[in-house]
């Protein structure tokens, strides 16, 4: 009973360290103002996007005040191990997972979230994709929501696997909110972050 007992609380402490550990990891450069989550895949929420690696996002300050200029303006990272890239098709369906597990967008009364990326003519190996993303704030306005949508796809052949950008505002792309969401960039040697 008591080596039972030891060895459920060495697990629980190993699994304590380990989400400790992704805390720590930033694969994005922002201030402290900047509020900061990482999650591993699958995600609870979303437990249809069948990924493995973790996901960082990063929210300005003002990202969930309505009248804010940031407002649902923010940003992820999908660190995926074993993927060099995403097809067009493959975004939508797993953003459209991800916004309807995150917005409980589950039941039949609230419309399911639609997505549409657009991939853009790249310079360089980093595929780019533009897009909208029709979902419905069940957060903080109780209504229909578009936003824009940017990715990056960057492949990190050392590591065998993607870092996706993502950077999400209801703002057009002509907005302001831009220049901030793209003035963040990945740290240097984020392919090596696992």
């Not at 996706?164 to 240097?188: A, G, H, M, Q, Y």
Request: aromatic share 14%; with cysteine; charged share 25%.
């Amino acid at each position: 009973m008591k080596k039972s007992l030891l060895g459920l609380i060495l697990l629980c402490q190993a699994i304590v360290l380990i989400a400790q550990e992704k805390e720590d990891l930033n694969l994005f450069k922002t201030d402290s103002t900047w509020y900061k989550e990482t999650m591993q895949f699958p995600i609870n929420f979303a437990q249809n996007i069948k990924f493995e690696g973790f996901e960082e996002l990063r929210f300005p300050p003002g990202w969930a005040k309505e009248d804010s200029p940031e407002f649902w303006s923010y940003m992820w990272a999908w660190n995926l191990n074993g993927i060099k890239e995403l097809t067009k098709e493959e975004l939508e369906t797993n953003i459209q997972y991800y916004f309807d597990g995150l917005l409980g967008l589950d039941d039949s009364k609230t419309p399911k979230t639609t997505a549409l990326f657009i991939k853009k003519d790249s310079k360089g190996n980093n595929p780019q994709y533009i897009g909208k993303v029709h979902t419905f704030d069940t957060r903080i306005t109780n209504s229909p929501m578009t936003l824009h949508v940017t990715v990056e796809n960057y492949y990190c052949i050392t590591k065998n696997k993607a870092i996706l950008v993502f950077r999400f505002s209801p703002k057009e792309f002509n907005n302001t909110i831009w220049s901030t969401l793209n003035s963040v960039k990945l740290v240097d040697g984020a392919c090596e972050i696992d």
